[in-house]
Antibody, heavy 123, light 115 residues
C-alpha cells in the first residue's frame, strides 16, 4: 500500500532553516510528483510547491519563491523540503502529498498524504 | 492566482440528514481540451492529514462511501453528504488544480458538525 512517512517534529530559531523528509513506499517513486502543503494551527491548507521525482523539476508557489527548495534522493525514494529564513509565521504542520495524476497536463490533486511534521519557530 | 471561496463557514446537521457545501472559484476551472473540471474535495479530521474524497469535481476516490457526491461545473461546485454519519464530522476543503503547477489553491474550509 502507498505510504508517505515524514520526519519528526522540529524546533528552530528565527532565521534558521529546516529540512523535512518524506519517504515513499508502495509505488514507483519516480512516477508521481510530490507536493508540499502546510497548515498553521487552526488554519487552512496552503500549497507550497511540487517536485517531479523523476526529473527533479520543481515549481514553487510565488509566496515561497527564494525560500523553499524541494529535492529528492531516488535511491531511497525520499523527497525533501527545505525552508530557509524561518520566521514565527512559518510555525505549522508541513505535509507531503502525492500527486494523483502521473502526467498532469495542468495541476494535480493529492491522493496520498504523509502524517505531517510540526515545525515550530521560536526564539 | 485562482481564489477559492466556500460557504457556509460551518454547518450543523442532524444525523441522517443532508449536508451541502458550496465552493466557488474566481475563474473557470473547466479545461476545454478535455472537458474536465479541475476541482477536488478533501475531508480533514482533527489531528489527521486531509483525505481525498472527490476529484474531477464528481469522481469519487476509491473507498469513499457513496453518500459523498460532488457536482458542478465552471466556477460553482457542491459537495453533498446525503445522510450525515457521526464519522463525517470534519472540515471539508475544495481545491482547484486548473492552474499550472505553480499556483494550486484551496478553499478556506467548511466545518461540519452534528446538530
Amino acid at each position: 500500500q502507498v505510504q508517505l512517512v515524514q520526519s519528526g517534529a522540529e524546533v528552530k530559531k528565527p532565521g534558521a532553516s529546516v529540512k523535512v523528509s518524506c519517504k515513499a513506499s508502495g509505488y514507483t517513486f519516480t512516477s508521481y510528483d510530490i507536493n508540499w502543503v502546510r497548515q498553521a494551527t487552526g488554519q487552512g491548507l496552503e500549497w507550497m510547491g511540487w517536485m517531479n521525482p523523476n526529473s527533479g523539476n520543481t515549481g514553487y508557489a510565488q509566496k515561497f519563491q527564494g525560500r523553499v527548495t524541494m529535492t529528492r534522493n531516488t535511491s531511497i525514494s525520499t523527497a525533501y523540503m527545505e525552508l530557509s529564513s524561518l520566521r514565527s509565521e512559518d510555525t505549522a504542520v508541513y505535509y507531503c502529498a502525492r500527486g494523483g495524476l502521473p502526467y498532469p497536463r495542468l495541476g494535480n490533486y493529492f491522493d496520498y498524504w504523509g502524517q505531517g511534521t510540526l515545525v515550530t519557530v521560536s526564539s | 492566482d485562482i481564489v477559492m471561496t466556500q460557504s457556509p463557514d460551518s454547518l450543523a446537521v442532524s444525523l441522517g440528514e443532508r449536508a451541502t457545501i458550496n465552493c466557488k472559484s474566481s475563474q473557470s476551472v473547466l479545461y476545454s481540451s478535455n472537458n474536465k473540471n479541475y476541482l477536488a474535495w478533501y475531508q480533514q479530521k482533527p489531528g489527521q492529514p486531509p483525505k481525498l474524497l472527490i476529484y474531477w469535481a464528481s469522481t469519487r476516490e476509491s473507498g469513499v462511501p457513496d453518500r459523498f457526491s460532488g457536482s458542478g461545473s465552471g466556477t460553482d461546485f457542491t459537495l453533498t453528504i446525503s445522510s450525515l454519519q457521526a464519522e463525517d464530522v470534519a472540515v471539508y476543503y475544495c481545491q482547484q488544480y486548473y492552474s499550472t503547477l505553480r499556483s494550486l489553491t484551496f478553499g478556506p474550509g467548511t466545518k461540519v458538525d452534528i446538530k
